[in-house]
């Protein structure tokens, strides 16, 4: 009885994946080949605006991804020099106490 209950379930996996992998290997057997620009295959001119306007793309996000970046670890520093003056003020505040303790 064990067997019937495993086989179904392996029926269950195998069957879906064996259609997925046959969709998969009839869709790269009727693939068509890619059709690229001038851009992509190297062949544009230096100084056409397509060129230019993508490169100015380029380093923007980067610009922006340095921003954010940059502001990330800003907020990392913030948090670190708060964390720094509190255990200063909790070190005072407890050498005060200690201080008015011992006084007699």
């Known amino acids: 009885m064990s067997r019937v209950i495993g086989t179904t379930a392996m029926s269950r996996f195998v069957r879906p994946s064996i259609a997925v992998a046959s969709g998969f290997a009839l869709q790269l057997l009727l693939a068509a080949p890619a059709a690229a620009c001038s851009v992509c295959y190297g062949r544009a001119d230096k100084g056409s605006a397509l060129v230019s306007s993508a ?37 005072a505040l407890e050498w005060s106490a200690l201080q008015r303790s011992s006084m007699p």
């Open 55 to 91: 490169r100015l793309g380029v380093f923007l996000l980067l610009g922006v991804t340095v921003a954010v970046l940059a502001a990330f670890a800003r907020f990392f520093f913030v948090l670190r020099s708060r964390a720094l003056a509190a255990e200063r003020e909790s070190i």
